[in-house]
């Protein structure tokens, strides 16, 4: 006899006499289609990860990556040598709003993660209704994508909520050929480019789609696909203009980061990506399986009566793993399974809506049930324990002491210059963690497109003020630091101690290397030289000696 999985008969007395603890969970789902509990299941996500990441970093910065997107977004430019220009577009808009601080930035992430679950909802509720629509959602929130990668607002975690909704564009253009939809698909699906070159996948996926689906006739023989492409094109033409002009260094810096693999290493990563993947997805399956139960047997008759739409986010799906898998192993590229995590939402919408059984409530409860104490126990449990795991285990990337370096320098600026701090340079996190954690808010110094080399600053520069930071072991970092002493006029060379601190309890320590070449115009402080090593003077106040 099999094993009965979803536990049917217990299933049926419990939806018939339910016990006392499950009766507040049984009235939620009924505002489902009543409109208010998929906004107060979205507040609810956003509010206990952010109680999360409150605890989980109170000892640590900011992310680097978090750090080099608020850099880019404060000037606004149609691309950068980097990264196209979309997550620099959001954040500066958001900073318009909210200031600068790091709980600011954990809930534009949050946001993010909330608008991509809203838009799953949008397509999912296209196909199915009640229950169903918040068990899509709910074995999403399963998924690491939607809280430890979306946890650093960067150029992977902007297409979280793009992806999704130029989905819905697409689908609704393909099914009703109106060119109003059309003109949507086209503009986020290009919306989606200026998120990340990545997103060609998606676009493409949606050629495939509706070149391979059986109603692909009706589709190119209506306006929709031209309107689509026209959108398209005119929503990225300013980008497509600056790449024209700029020498394309977006493109220059994808190929030299990530080709040059071989065929053996290129297959391995490809291997290595559709394992992420499946591991991505492992527990919300091992959730579904669950449910379904014994009638997972039905899974082949369903997929054959999958109507039009889903049918239509299948192909989809198929496209943006298949051509990833290809594209890497043709060029010879890496391919990290995390590039594709904004694409993990068709496993959930395709499993719940494509399934031509109704899920009872007892599934729906058990599955809320799970979500909230994982969410509960990841916040009350592991982020303490990470907390103080960072603070006795600094990160790699050194953003434990990101905030009191920015200070400390600050601090000693304005021992030397009544004026504001205006350039910083160095080390690219410690720079852009300077122009963020600094009262004074210093650009960011380096041009980006000579971002991974060490050209000295301009003598223009150093005369209006300017300073960098280096962490004592980056030797390259150091030596460029030397160089550039030597064309300025006059300098001060400083060494302190950044130490990390969880709520007063001292961590680690790192040493941090200063160079401060003030304005022109400004005069040595009293008492020193023009070019001083104040390097066994200074310290941190709460630095060991």
């Known amino acids: 006899m099999p094993i009965d999985f979803a536990f049917s008969a217990m299933a049926a007395r419990s939806d018939n006499a339910p016990a006392r603890w499950r009766r507040p969970f049984l009235k939620w789902p009924d505002g489902i289609e009543a409109g208010w509990a998929i906004p107060l299941l979205l507040a609810g996500f ?7 990441l409150t605890i989980a970093y109170v000892g640590g910065d900011l992310h680097p990556d978090v750090l080099e997107t608020w850099t880019l977004g404060r000037h606004f430019e149609w691309g950068y040598p980097k990264h196209p220009p979309l997550m620099g577009w959001v954040a500066r808009v958001w900073t318009s709003v909210f200031p600068l601080a790091d709980w600011s930035f954990q ?10 679950l809203w838009s799953f909802d949008l397509i999912s509720r296209c196909f199915v209704r009640g229950d169903k629509r918040v068990v899509v959602l709910l074995l999403l929130m399963l998924l690491p994508a ?20 130029a989905t819905y564009c697409f689908w609704r253009s393909f099914e009703t050929r ?36 059986p109603e692909r006739r009706g589709y190119f023989g209506s306006l929709a696909p031209w ?10 033409g300013p980008h497509l203009h600056w790449l024209a002009t700029t020498g394309v260094t977006p493109f220059e810096y994808a190929l030299a980061a990530h080709a040059g693999v071989g065929f053996g290493q290129s297959l391995i990563e490809a291997l290595n990506f559709l394992l992420g993947l499946a591991a991505s997805v ?8 669950m449910i379904a139960g014994y009638r997972l047997k039905r899974f082949p008759d369903d997929f054959k009566a999958m109507n039009s739409g889903l049918l239509l986010l299948f192909l989809i799906s198929i496209g943006t793993i298949a051509f990833p898998v290809m594209t890497a192993l043709t060029l010879g590229t890496d391919l990290p399974s995390l590039w594709a995590l904004q694409g993990l939402f068709f496993f959930g919408v395709l499993i719940v809506c494509g399934a031509g059984y109704p899920i009872e409530r007892f599934y729906s409860v058990n599955l809320t049930v799970l979500v909230t104490s994982v969410a509960l126990v990841a916040t009350l449990v592991a982020a ?32 030397l210059s009544d004026e504001p701090l205006s350039a910083v340079s160095g080390d690219d996190a410690l720079a852009f963690a300077t122009a963020f954690y600094s009262p004074d808010h210093p650009v960011y110094a380096k041009p980006f497109a000579y971002q991974y080399t060490w050209g000295l600053p301009r003598q223009t520069t150093l005369e209006k003020g300017w300073a960098s930071l280096c962490f004592v072991e980056q030797h390259d970092c150091i030596d460029w630091m030397t160089k550039t002493a030597a064309r300025a006029e006059r300098f001060y060379r400083f060494d302190f101690v950044a130490q990390a601190n969880l709520l007063g ?18 005069t040595p402080a009293p008492g020193t030289s023009e070019a001083e090593d104040f390097s066994a003077k200074r310290r941190t106040p709460d630095a060991p000696e």
């Open 505 to 522: 309890w001292p961590g680690p320590s790192r040493g941090i290397a200063a160079l401060i070449v003030p304005p022109g115009k400004e």
């Open 178 to 213: 109106h060119l109003g939809w059309a003109a949507a698909a086209g503009a986020i699906a290009a919306i989606a480019m200026l998120g990340k070159y990545y997103s060609i996948f998606l676009v493409g996926s949606f050629v495939f789609a509706a070149i391979v689906h």
């Open 46 to 52: 956003v509010a206990i990860w952010m109680v999360f």
């Open 107 to 116: 809930l534009l992430a949050m946001t993010n993660a909330a608008v991509a």
């Open 282 to 289: 492992m527990i919300a399956a091992v959730a579904w399986v």
């Open 146 to 165: 939607y809280q430890f990668h979306a946890q650093r607002f960067n150029a992977n975690t902007v297409l979280l909520a793009v992806w999704p909704l």
């Open 384 to 415: 303490p324990i990470h907390a103080v795991y960072r603070n006795s285990h600094p990160f790699e990337e050194g953003h434990n002491f990101y905030r009191s370096s920015a200070l400390e320098l600050t601090k000693l600026w304005h021992e």
């Open 227 to 236: 309107v689509s492409t026209i959108a398209g094109l005119i929503v990225l």
